[in-house]
C-alpha cells in the first residue's frame, strides 16, 4: 500500500521557516520523482518544487527559488521541502506527490497524493 506522510507544517511569522517531510511507504524513492505542491484559499493547485528519482535534478517555481530547497534521504525514503524567508502569500496546503517517472515533468505524470499539511505565515 503506498503512503506518503507528512509532517512539519504549522504557524510561522514572515520571514521565519519551516521545514516539510514526506516520507513514502510502499515505493522507493529512487525509482520515482517526487513533487511538492500547495493550494491556497480559493486558488488553483500551484506546482512548487520536484526532486528527481536520481536526486540530481530539481525544479522550482519562480515565486520560491531562492527560498526553498528541496532534497532527499533515500536511507530514510523521506523528502525533504525547507522553507525560509516565507512571506504571508506561501500559506497554503502544501501536498507531496510521487510521479509515475523519474523525471520532474508536468503534473499529470503525478499519481498519487498524499494528504495535505497546512503552512501559515502570519503575524
Known amino acids: 500500500q503506498l503512503q506518503l506522510v507528512k509532517s512539519g507544517g504549522g504557524l510561522v511569522q514572515p520571514g521565519g521557516s519551516l521545514r516539510l517531510s514526506c516520507a513514502a511507504f510502499?515505493?522507493?524513492?529512487?525509482?520515482?520523482?517526487i513533487g511538492w505542491f500547495r493550494q491556497a484559499p480559493g486558488k488553483g493547485r500551484e506546482g512548487v518544487s520536484c526532486?528527481?528519482?536520481?536526486?540530481?535534478?530539481?525544479k522550482y517555481a519562480d515565486s520560491v527559488k531562492g527560498r526553498f530547497t528541496i532534497s532527499k534521504d533515500n536511507a530514510k525514503n523521506t523528502v525533504y521541502l525547507q522553507m525560509n524567508s516565507l512571506k504571508p502569500e506561501d500559506t497554503a496546503v502544501y501536498y507531496c506527490a510521487k510521479s509515475k517517472i523519474r523525471l520532474c515533468v508536468s503534473q499529470d505524470t503525478y499519481d498519487y497524493w498524499g494528504q495535505g499539511t497546512q503552512v501559515t505565515v502570519s503575524s
Open positions: 510502499g515505493f522507493t524513492l529512487q525509482r520515482y520523482a
Open positions: 526532486i528527481s528519482a536520481g536526486g540530481g535534478n530539481t
